[in-house]
């Protein structure tokens, strides 16, 4: 997959000022994606009152960028290699023809190769659009972002919420650990949803999905002296709260606060370093 810039564009483009369209073609139901890419004339189908006008049309003069077009069905892959090779597009219903100039960008996640030897993908279209290819390196393959795409991913969140949440050390680990399947759209929802979870303070290992949490610690070069640091600053944590809340007699309130941290950052500390009240103001 890819992801185009619509201010480069109008920087460097020589259609710059002009519209850039955007398309999902997996989003899309296979008998709606004709009528939204090609638009329709007034009583094409049943519930067309009025004329529509297509994706393409919009996108005139400029740019419609087609993402995940390696789920657009054979007889769409038909119709927009004419709109290459013609320069014209066809509303569902019309008369004949209309001439569009439009510059056309795809993105796919899935193997178009493979895909045309067994006969899902044409051969003729696939030519037609790697005129020019940007090959997307996996997240996994370039471990120097995920940091970087984190941090920023939570920037973003702290802007909006007006918040100064941190990743704590031990899961800065983990998502170098991961290995990233979904690349860097999972990176961002993994991130958005362990800040709704967070106690606004910093992202902890409880925050974040199961698939992250229980990874081994042992993965990746020099983990084993990660893990044991780790360990020492679990402890040395522990300590720490175990002899805050007997200080103040089992109040975790003000336990919290003389820590400086929220309540609940309280709980979601003493569940993660399993810190138990076994009897009157005896911590294990």
């Known amino acids: ?43 094409a189908f049943t519930g067309a009152q009025h004329r529509r006008i297509g994706r393409i049309e919009q996108a005139a003069g400029g740019t419609i960028f087609l993402d995940e077009i390696g789920d657009m069905p054979l007889h769409m892959q038909a119709k927009i290699l004419r709109v290459l090779q013609e320069g014209e597009v066809e509303p569902v219903g019309g008369s004949g023809p209309e001439p569009v100039d439009v510059r056309i960008l795809s993105a796919t996640r899935k193997n178009l190769t493979e895909m045309i030897q067994r006969g899902e993908f044409r051969e ?8 020019i290819n940007i090959e997307m390196v996996p997240l996994r393959q370039r471990r120097g972002d995920i940091l970087e795409l984190a941090n920023y991913f939570l920037a973003r969140l702290n802007k909006t919420y007006h918040q100064s949440t941190v990743l704590s050390g031990e899961v800065k680990r983990c998502l170098m650990n991961y290995q990233w399947p979904g690349n860097i759209r999972e990176l961002d929802n993994v991130i958005k949803g362990a800040y709704a979870t967070c106690d606004g303070f910093s992202i ?10 229980n990874l081994q610690k042992g993965a990746g070069p020099g983990a084993e002296g990660s893990k044991k640091l ?55």
């Open 124 to 131: 003729d279209l696939y030519y037609r659009l790697n005129v």
């Open 204 to 213: 902890d290992m409880i925050d974040l999905p199961a698939r992250l949490a």
């Open 230 to 284: 780790a360990e020492l600053m679990d402890n040395y944590e522990r300590e720490i709260i175990k002899s805050t809340l007997r200080a103040t007699g089992g109040n975790c309130q003000q336990a919290a606060e003389e820590l400086g941290i929220h309540r609940s950052a309280l709980y979601k500390k003493m569940a993660r370093l399993n810190i138990r009240r076994r009897k009157e103001n005896v911590y294990e």
């Open 1 to 43: 997959g890819g992801c185009f810039c619509d201010e480069h564009m109008k920087l460097y483009s020589a259609r710059a000022g002009k519209p850039l369209v955007t398309v999902n073609c997996a989003a899309l139901a296979e008998n709606l994606l004709e009528s939204e890419l090609f638009g329709h004339e007034r009583g």
